[in-house]
């Protein structure tokens, strides 16, 4: 197990990140939300009916999971699980970026997008350089 080429390690960076990322929030899902640009409101001053804390955890669990898949595909060199990440990352910074235009989500939310975009693009390049090797 270990990580051969370009592609594998734009592959491998992005879950360590994105593991990283969703420890981070399981710990403390505030921190999540003020770097995504979202006001933070302590817990005791939430409604009953305010599920934003839940639902960071739960965001955060399905990152945590992601990124250990990412390492294990990157680990393992599973070149068809790095071709089928690109085009939806693609999807992702798509809909995230409208989220953002749209007011639904604050302007950070947007680095999450771009994040997936860039990690795309550069994904994709590897890919067809190693291709054509």
Do not use: C, H, Q
Not at 16 to 31: H, Q, S, W
């Amino acid at each position: 197990m270990k990580i051969r080429d370009a592609s594998g390690w734009t592959i491998f960076i992005f879950g360590v990140l994105a593991f990283l990322l969703g420890l981070l929030g399981l710990i403390r899902p505030e921190i999540l939300l003020g770097i995504l640009g979202f006001e933070i409101v302590e817990r005791s001053a939430r409604a009953s009916s305010d599920y934003t804390i839940v639902f960071m955890t739960a965001s955060s669990m399905a990152s945590f999971n992601m990124g250990v898949y990412y390492i294990l595909a990157a680990l393992n060199d599973v070149k068809s699980f790095y071709r089928w990440t690109v085009p939806f990352r693609v999807v992702t910074f798509v809909v995230f970026t409208l989220l953002v235009i749209t007011g639904a989500a604050p302007v950070n939310f947007f680095g999450v997008g771009l994040w997936e975009l860039l990690g795309s693009i550069a994904t994709g390049i590897a890919l067809a350089k190693e291709k054509n090797k």
